[in-house]
């Protein structure tokens, strides 16, 4: 019936799992759940070995770093049934219904439940990544919907698993980012049923902006390796799209040694007490265009 696939990095996803468990035995349905940590040789590991005391649970700690695709990948090869439901490992269950109204839905290829991030964070540290995903990430059914393909992620998303197989996550992006982005544009270009519903999971662990800045350049450089490889449309990824017409108009290079001269101005304010996100475009335009 229903296979529960988390993809885990350095994360204890324990109460998850049990959350996952209580509210599948309360639908009465047949189902697994299966979490592999990607080698992070993480103490928190030690934890999430309780999870296959569980029933119908599994926890697998990968001897060798594959990256999140190949992650997702393989924990489909593993998966028995049909319909498949990835949750990220930093997601809080926060909906006693969320596996209900996943099953509501399931005669669809695909289902995006959505995230949202708390009302507030403590620490300064992780006040840019958590304006972003309030400000920026955040969206309603009806604004999802409005850009059904755009707004597709797969932190929280329920897929067919023969559409999954149609697809797969690309194996050569092995750094964080934008591997979701790329399924989607796929997905945009079949004939696969796509729903958004709102059945949001809460982001439970917010990065730095040390780790978020990271992040974000890994995303952009694997931006650019899709964009020369051809296999995204520029124009389904705004700053794809702006680089390129920065590179057209000849302008690249100017906003590469913007990067070069004021990136460490531009990174004291994004790491402040009050991060702006209007720099924080400046910081992925820049440094995009700083790229070779």
């Not at 917010?206 to 490889?229: G, H, M, P, R």
């Not at 996100?277 to 440094?287: A, P, Q, R």
Request: hydrophobic share 40%.
């Amino acid at each position: 019936m229903l296979s529960i696939l988390i993809p885990v990095y350095n994360q204890n996803v324990l109460s998850l799992v049990n959350e996952l468990v209580k509210q599948c035995r309360l639908c009465g349905i047949n189902f697994e759940i299966i979490a592999q940590d990607d080698a992070s040789n993480s103490a928190l590991n030690k934890e999430n070995e309780s999870i296959n005391s569980l029933q119908n649970s599994s926890f697998i700690s990968l001897e060798k770093n594959i990256g999140l695709s190949s992650n997702r990948n393989l924990l489909v090869s593993k998966a028995k049934y049909e319909n498949l439901l990835f949750i990220d490992g930093d997601s809080i269950i926060i909906n006693p219904s969320f596996i209900k109204n996943y099953l509501d839905t399931i005669s669809f290829n695909i289902v995006y439940g959505g995230r949202i991030h708390p009302l507030k964070v403590e620490s300064k540290e992780q006040k840019l990544r958590w304006k972003y995903g309030r400000l920026i990430e955040d969206k309603t059914v009806s604004q999802r919907n409005s850009s059904v393909f755009k707004t597709l992620m797969f932190n929280n998303t329920l897929i067919k698993k023969n559409c999954f197989n149609t697809i797969q996550f690309d194996a050569d992006l092995t750094k964080y980012g934008h591997e979701d982005t790329l399924f989607a544009f796929q997905v945009s270009k079949s004939n696969f049923s796509v729903k958004h519903i709102d059945n949001t999971v809460e982001h439970g662990e917010i990065d730095n902006s040390d780790t978020y800045l990271s992040k974000v350049k890994n995303s952009l450089e694997n931006l650019i390796i899709l964009d020369q490889k051809k296999q995204i449309d520029p124009s389904f990824v705004k700053i794809l799209y702006a680089h390129n017409l920065l590179k057209k108009y000849k302008l690249k290079f100017a906003f590469g040694k913007f990067y070069s001269v004021f990136n460490r101005i531009i990174y004291k304010q994004l790491n402040s007490h009050n991060p702006s996100l209007m720099l924080l475009n400046v910081f992925k335009i820049s440094y995009i265009c700083s790229l070779k």
